[in-house]
């Protein structure tokens, strides 16, 4: 082939070359501190799933393009007991996205899914991330909601996710998988607070988006300190 550089020639040229440098130190480097969070890329998540998310299927490949960079890959499994205190069914009268006050703080309510054992809780088939180390089940306690991989709704117990990333030395956090405005915000939210330098991979994600809850998560996120990026801002 012929050297572009060559091809070119001239200040063109050398400044073809610098912008394209530029960019490449303007990425964010994956180390070997780094660990890529993939939120809940379960059936009931996706298309034909009791609670799809638009589009949901749409970030499998970009998250197995995207882990091929990472040494260190967590998994979350929402993994609720049937009669789930987040689902509409266990409240007469309410309806799916409806919203509660529990003990704990508002809770919307869903459409029963991800229920133990059952295959809309299965991980989608369609991930291709063998070297994943750990997958976190969260949500499994019948009075508490878990949108956060770290801590559950009650804002007090842990799922033990961040003791787990700092024993093993990781530092910074990158979020993706479903839903943006829920289980991915809650979870960047948390890494932040825990002290990661943390990044939400918008394309890696796709929303639920009830009542506003989009916005308010990158709101959130934004106002926390976690980092809004696409996966092609991400060397490799
Ligand atoms: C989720 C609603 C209920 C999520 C989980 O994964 O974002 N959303 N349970
Ligand atoms: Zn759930």
Redesign the pocket.
């Known amino acids: 082939m012929v050297d572009r550089r060559q091809f070119l020639g001239g200040l063109g040229g050398v400044a073809a070359m610098v912008s394209v440098s530029a960019k490449a130190a303007d990425k964010v480097k994956v180390d070997a501190a780094s660990v890529l969070i993939v ?2 890329v379960q059936n009931c ?1 996706l298309p034909g799933g009791s ?1 799809a ?1 638009k589009n949901g299927d749409q970030v499998i490949p970009i998250i197995n393009r995207l882990a091929k960079g990472f040494a260190n890959v967590v998994m979350t499994q ?1 993994w609720h007991t049937p009669e789930h205190i ?1 689902f509409a069914s266990s409240h007469p009268g309410k309806k799916p996205f409806e919203v509660v006050e529990l003990e704990y703080g508002k809770q ?1 309510l ?1 459409p029963d ?2 229920v133990q054992g059952t295959d809309g809780a299965a991980l989608s088939k369609d991930l291709a991330i063998p070297q994943a180390q750990l997958v976190i089940r969260k ?1 499994f306690h019948k009075e508490v ?1 878990s ?1 956060s991989a770290f801590m559950e709704a009650d804002g007090k117990t842990t799922t033990g996710l961040s003791s787990y990333l700092k024993a093993r030395k990781m530092k910074k956090v990158f979020v993706t ?3 943006t ?4 915000a809650w979870t960047a939210l948390d890494a932040r607070k825990a002290g990661f330098e943390t990044y939400i991979v918008e394309d890696a994600c796709r929303g ?1 988006d009830t009542k506003g809850s989009l916005a308010k998560a990158w709101h959130d996120t934004n106002k926390a300190g976690v980092k809004r990026i696409q996966s092609g801002d991400i060397a490799v």
Do not use: E, K, P, T
């Open positions: 939120v809940d998540f609670l998310v929402d987040s919307v869903w899914h991800c949500g909601d949108y998988g479903l839903a405005d829920f289980c991915v639920i």
